[in-house]
T-cell receptor, first 113, second 112 residues
Framework: NAGVTQTPKFRILKIGQSMTLQCAQD?????MYWYRQDPGMGLKLIYY???????DKGEVPNGYNVSRSTTEDFPLRLELAAPSQTSVYFC????????????FGPGTRLLVL | AQSVTQPDIHITVSEGASLELRCNYS??????LFWYVQSPGQGLQLLLK??????LVQGIKGFEAEFKRSQSSFNLRKPSVHWSDAAEYFC??????????FGEGTQLTVNP
């Protein structure tokens, strides 16, 4: 199993550009999550999904969109990149809800200039 | 809403010394508690978790944590630290809904 994979590993965006961060898991997990990690701030939940076709906002959803058309994939969309979105983004998945272990991808480092 | 505090931003220990990383949580009922570790350039990996039962929980890599309800704490310990333990450690609490709330992390440096 590859576990949770994320692409790209690193990206530089100009202000106002758009991009999609890809996330895939091959563990047949129902739950998937997107976090952002800023220095000294821990991880903040952006969006999560409890199954294909079902998504919900987390703590810091503004400026982001998600979709979940399949169990395996959970892309994160940035429509109009802003410097405040410079961060490291982690995708994670788990079999069920918060009591279960979350498995994390290696992260995508995004720089918005 | 739940919250987590990790009072120590950075800790330095010598290899072979004991380690304790502090974690305090705030939640009205018995929470689900986790410790994750993040090696440089990597995602997070679960070390251990507590749901109920025995308050002393054993994890991977020789780590353990003790849940103390009276102190709202879930401190992580290791009797003898190895250089490979240098990483950032996150405490997390899970409660209502599907969310985990993470602490701000403790960076561990291990001196030879």
């Amino acid at each position: 199993n590859a576990g949770v994979t994320q692409t790209p590993k690193f990206r530089i965006l100009k202000i106002g550009q758009s991009m999609t961060l890809q996330c895939a898991q091959d563990m047949n997990h129902n739950y998937m999550y997107w976090y952002r990690q800023d220095p000294g701030m821990g991880l903040k939940l952006i969006y999560y999904s409890v199954g294909a076709g079902i998504t919900d906002k987390g703590e810091v959803p503004n400026g982001y969109n998600v979709s979940r058309s399949t169990t395996e994939d959970f892309p994160l969309r940035l429509e109009l990149a802003a410097p405040s979105q410079t961060s490291v983004y982690f995708c994670a998945s788990s079999w069920s809800a918060y009591e279960e272990t979350q498995y994390f991808g290696p992260g995508t480092r995004l720089l918005v200039l | 809403a739940q919250s987590v505090t990790q009072p120590d931003i950075h800790i330095t220990v010598s290899e072979g010394a004991s380690l304790e990383l502090r974690c305090n949580y705030s939640y009205g009922a018995t929470p689900y508690l986790f410790w994750y570790v993040q090696s440089p350039g990597q995602g997070l990996q679960l070390l251990l978790k507590y749901f109920s039962g025995d308050t002393l929980v054993q994890g991977i890599k020789g780590f353990e944590a003790e849940f103390k309800r009276s102190q709202s704490s879930f401190n992580l310990r290791k009797p003898s630290v190895h250089w490979s333990d240098a990483a950032e450690y996150f405490c997390a609490v899970g409660a209502s809904g599907s969310r985990l709330t993470f602490g701000e992390g403790t960076q561990l440096t291990v001196n030879p």
